[in-house]
């Protein structure tokens, strides 16, 4: 610490430590050498003397420039530092909470182009079937496993389609329809 300017150049914990035992222990023994009497000194009376110690070396240091710098004294800064913390973190429409929403938002336009897309694949089949009568009656065999009355239908399923783990040589199950 650099007393005469009033600032903390570097903070060092075991240097800052060491230098307050020996404080500490010379004021201990300047206690004891003063004292009018060699007894056993008492702990209080120890202490009431560091702390007269303290006083009066930290009479001419201003707390208040040693702790804060100029700028953060600032009304309009500490304002606006408020008003900065209450916005991200407190606020009903919080950073989070926005951050939250606008990735809710590019989910739904990705959902609502992907089903906009259905639909007018959708639209394209409908009128294809409409307009196509053995597109239709195809469409109803694949998709339905409608059949004509005397006809039998085997359907090839594989695993993937029943929901299994599609592999080399999967299995496939032959069903037939009656």
Known sequence: MDKKQGKLLI?????????????VAKTYLVYMATSSDNKQ????????????????RLQGVSWQRWLLPSFARNFYFV????FILWMLFFDSNDFFTQRERKQRLEQLQREQVFYQKEIKR????????SSNKNALERFAREKYYFKKPNEEVYVI??????????????KMRLIRIK
């Open 11 to 23: 903070f060092e914990p075991k240097q800052y430590i060491c230098e307050q035992l020996r404080r």
């Open 41 to 56: 000194i008492s702990t209080s009376a120890f202490l009431r003397a560091l702390a007269q110690d303290w006083r009066e």
């Open 79 to 82: 304002s606006a530092v408020l």
């Open 122 to 129: 959708i639209e394209t089949q409908q009128n294809r079937l």
């Open 157 to 170: 399923v594989t695993n993937q389609e029943v929901g299994g783990i599609a592999e080399e040589g999967a």
